[in-house]
């Protein structure tokens, strides 16, 4: 007899071989599909469930998969979220049409093209002081109602202990909460030009995301198996800040948060980074981080496969591969199938790997290659492993 799907998770986490590689699709922003693939999804392959976005968030675009369509896509993972406060999410609701959609922390998203939300609301894009920090009027993170349902949600998924639980608060860490205050751009320049002021922005947000993330876990107590968390450090070629800066600046609340996470939860913590971070992992190993995600094969060093499995697949999980710039896009449903095939060939073997595509599925990716994806885990994914 097979295993369930969360036994097969938690064999991958111990670096074991399961039955067979386990799959994470559609359940956080991380791995999930958005709103237009996810429709065409549906009606290949006759699924009649309305649509419902992940956080309550329509502007974020990513759609909060039915339970009959995860089945077809056999993801081992069932996702617990939080939410925005409810007056925020009131007020939302309510706005003029096409009108920015302005988040908790004063930050938001402007519409670029109807139905389009992307980043543009930066409420500290000229602050270079520490009086600025001060000032701020930040989010309340005491607010119940961001989290008072997700302990019902972890007990009932807990008690069916079918599918692994993957908690996803949805918190910018760090770095991107940075980015949305300031801009990308500014916020990159004053670590240069204002150091003194950005590392204690780093800092203030990080004190808040402990505030949710304390509540958070306190809620879900023993009944999740792995905590998403992420920030993007990488480029398509390169990091976005030298190994230098990010050991002196970053590393350091990076470390902070994850021993917060551990002192509180025994579940796995699963960092989501994108872009060429190769030269980062020895640092992700040594902070604790459980498993890396998501394996972007585009960018730089992180193509390298057969050297990352190498070099840390014995000390880090790895989670997705799969390619989001070409082959999912782009490829033919049979060019999908043999990249799947290659990935799990290297990436498999001995366990400790987590097929996934490389972030959020985009609206540009036909369903029929979703479901290759999937399908060519059960074809090919079982253990043994066969070579690529």
């Known amino acids: 007899m097979g295993m369930t799907s969360r036994e097969r998770v938690l064999a991958a986490l111990r670096h ?7 799959i994470i699709l559609g359940v956080s922003n991380a791995t999930g599909i958005k709103m237009r693939p996810y429709r065409a999804l549906k009606k290949l392959i006759g699924v009649d469930a309305a649509d419902a976005y992940l956080y309550d968030w329509p502007e974020l675009g990513t759609a909060a998969v039915d339970e009959e369509t995860l089945r077809r896509l056999h993801s081992d993972v069932r996702g617990v979220l939080d939410l925005e406060p409810a007056s925020v999410r009131a007020r939302n609701a309510a706005r003029e049409p096409h009108a920015p959609c302005i988040d908790s922390w004063g930050s938001g998203q402007k519409e670029v093209q109807p139905g389009q939300w992307f980043p543009g609301v930066h409420p500290m894009a000229d602050a270079t002081t520490l009086r600025e920090i001060e000032e701020y009027r930040w989010p309340d993170m005491e607010d119940p109602t961001r989290v008072a349902h997700v302990a019902a949600q972890a007990a009932t998924l807990a008690a069916q202990d079918e599918y692994a639980i993957m908690a996803t608060p949805w918190l910018l860490f760090p770095l991107e909460r940075a980015f949305a205050m300031q801009g990308m751009d500014r916020f990159l320049l004053n670590l240069v030009a204002h150091p003194e002021f950005a590392e ?10 402990k505030m949710l993330m304390g509540h958070f876990l306190a809620a879900v107590g023993p009944n999740i198996d792995i905590i998403k968390i992420g920030d993007d450090l990488g480029t398509q070629e390169s990091l976005l800040m030298s190994p230098t800066m990010y050991r002196s ?13 551990k002192e509180r939860t025994e579940a796995k913590v699963f960092f989501h980074t994108d872009g060429d971070v190769f030269p980062l992992i020895e640092d992700f190993v040594e902070i604790g981080i459980d498993i890396l995600n998501p394996i972007q094969t585009s960018a730089g060093k992180m193509a390298n496969l057969e050297e990352l499995k190498a070099r840390f697949g014995e000390e880090i999980v790895l989670c997705g591969g799969i390619d989001t710039h070409h082959y999912l896009p782009n490829g033919s449903p049979q060019e999908v199938r043999e990249e799947v095939k290659r990935v799990l060939g290297i990436l498999a073997p ?11 599925i985009m609206d540009d990716v036909p369903p029929e290659n979703i479901l290759a994806m999937v399908d060519a885990v059960e074809e090919f994914g079982s253990y043994p492993i066969r070579g690529p």
């Not at 074991?16 to 386990?22: G, I, M, T």
């Not at 600046?249 to 996470?261: E, G, N, S």
Request: glycine letters at 8%; charged letters at 20%; a negative charge.
């Open 350 to 360: 001995g366990g400790g790997y987590l097929e996934s595509s490389v972030h959020t």
């Open 249 to 261: 600046m970053l590393k350091p609340i990076h470390a902070d948060f994850i021993a917060f996470i």
């Open 200 to 209: 204690a922005l780093l800092w203030k947000i990080e004190s808040l995301c």
């Open 16 to 22: 074991e071989e399961a039955d067979r590689v386990p």
